[in-house]
């Protein structure tokens, strides 16, 4: 870890908000794509708190849907920058649904983004290392490099090239 890098601290971010009705389909369960927007929006605020510059989702890397989220929930998007790259950064993030009447809460969803730092002219821009802090910050870090060298292979099966590597 470099003298520059940030800690996971620094970008961790949660978001709130209830479900309205036009959120949901006539059964009364959220879109999952509204889900999925208020993920990348918190994703990349936790990607602008660790580069300190604007960002684009540059990947949607996995979107799990583990439970539906109803009209009337309160949901909570946690995420925070697992790895950073040269330009880019990996955001992973926990949304969970609470119910406002009994408190329950329950983790309907999670997902991984990647977003590439812009200088002023919309040109990808280096960003500081990640410093993990936590035993959970470490074990997110490094499967945060196994994702990456997976999607590495994937370019490169797919004739790709490399892109913007993580390394």
Same mark, same amino acid.
């Given at each position: ?5 940030? =800690?996971? *601290?620094? *970008? ?8 309205? =009705?036009? @959120? ?15 993920? @990348? +929006?918190?994703?990349?605020? #936790? ?10 989702? #540059? ?7 583990? #439970? ?41 969803? *999670? ?9 002023? @002219?919309?040109? =990808? ?8 802090? +936590? ?7 490094? @499967? ?17 090239? *490399? ?5």
């Amino acid at each position: 870890m470099g003298e520059g890098d940030r =800690p996971v *601290s620094a *970008s961790r971010t949660t978001l709130s908000q209830v479900m309205l =009705p036009e @959120d949901a389909n006539p059964d009364a369960n959220v879109h999952g794509g509204t889900i999925m927007k208020f993920a @990348d +929006t918190a994703g990349a605020v #936790a990607a602008i708190r660790h580069a300190r510059r604007r960002v684009v989702t #540059a990947r949607v890397d996995a979107m799990s849907f583990l #439970a539906p989220v109803h009209v009337g929930n309160l949901v909570h998007c946690h995420a925070s920058v697992n790895r950073a790259g040269r330009t880019s950064m990996e955001v992973g993030v926990r949304i969970e649904a609470e119910d406002a009447r009994s408190g329950v809460v329950r983790h309907v969803a *999670s997902a991984f983004f990647v977003y590439v730092a812009l200088d002023d @002219d919309g040109k =990808p821009t280096s960003v500081p290392g990640i410093r993990p802090e +936590t035993d959970e910050d470490l074990r997110r870090f490094a @499967d945060a490099i196994r994702r990456d060298e997976a999607r590495q292979a994937a370019r490169r099966y797919a004739g790709l090239g *490399s892109g913007d590597s993580q390394s």
